[in-house]
């Protein structure tokens, strides 16, 4: 079977994983864009062999699942902003113990009994 041949998932997934690699690059990750790069050569290969052995739906499957995946969490970061606040750590606010009844809602006393 040859690249003109081959079924659609196998000359996607490169490409797509071409852009993964530019754009660790671009950011600088080095580490992740070679990571990437072995695994986008895995996986076009594994993709291939599948269409080679008429999997061709599965191929399309093992295509889709992540790319839709994708989709939809940069559809709910870009449409729900307030999904981003999901990724940050929130505190409730301390009070001084003075201020307090409980110690474990205080920040650590100088010298008192909290």
């Known amino acids: 079977m040859t690249w ?3 079924c659609l998932p196998a000359k996607i997934f490169p ?4 852009g993964v ?3 660790n690059l671009w950011v600088g990750v080095w580490g992740e864009a070679v990571k990437n790069f072995i695994f986008g050569f895995l996986g076009t290969g594994a993709l291939y062999l599948l269409c080679s052995s008429n999997m061709e739906l599965l191929a399309y499957i ?5 790319v839709i995946f994708a989709i939809f969490l940069a559809a709910l970061i870009l449409f729900d902003q307030t999904l981003l606040q999901v990724t940050h750590s929130y505190k409730k606010p301390r009070r001084r113990c003075h201020e307090c009844d409980q110690c474990d809602d205080c920040d650590p006393c100088q010298g008192s009994n909290c």
Do not use: S
């Not at 490409?15 to 071409?18: G, K």
């Not at 093992?62 to 992540?66: G, K």
């Open 4 to 6: 003109a041949g081959t």
């Open 15 to 18: 490409i797509v994983m071409a």
């Open 21 to 23: 690699v530019l754009f």
């Open 62 to 66: 093992i295509l889709a699942i992540p």
